[in-house]
């Protein structure tokens, strides 16, 4: 049975977007990026959303990419004539939505999730010699365990509460 989505040939590698400027600066600033996904079907506007990024092409890709996710649907595209660096007159929340917190968030909670994988290798380390072949903590082992176990629960309530504070709730 032939799928019936093709991909066009003229997608051979190249980015859903082209002639965008050169203008990738270490420091990141606020763009302003309009999406139209399938809304514009039924006559609805597209999305402005605002948001920091360190190109025009980050910022493009990763409105991009919030919209889609948002709309479930990869049949969406940034409206270029309403795409800019800056931020846009208008009230945020009614004529623009603001990434900005939520990327934000993001990054602390990848941030995170580094920290979790670098507590579990921790644990392991300092837990391996403890064990035996079946995976069980060695009778005379345990009291060093029990105090590697100890550590870790210190060391990962700490991350717990830095998790709860990125909960997106505001």
Known sequence: MRNAQSTPERY???PLHAGLPRDY????????????????????RPTTYVLD???????WARA??????????????VVEDGSFEGTPGGRAGVDWSDLRPECQRQRALDGLADYATELVRAFDEATRAHMG???EVRQEH??????????VRF???????????????G
Request: hydrophobic share 30%.
């Open 12 to 14: 051979g590698g190249e």
């Open 25 to 44: 600066s270490q420091t990141e600033r606020p763009f302003t990026v309009t999406v139209a996904g399938p809304e514009r079907y039924d006559g609805g």
């Open 53 to 59: 990024a360190c190109s025009t092409e980050k910022a």
């Open 64 to 77: 991009l990419a919030w919209h889609m996710a948002a709309e479930e649907t990869p049949d969406c595209f």
């Open 133 to 135: 072949p079946d995976g």
């Open 142 to 151: 345990r009291p060093a365990y029990e105090r590697a176990v100890s550590r």
């Open 155 to 169: 060391d990962g309530w700490t991350m717990v509460r830095a998790l709860s504070a990125l909960d997106g709730r």
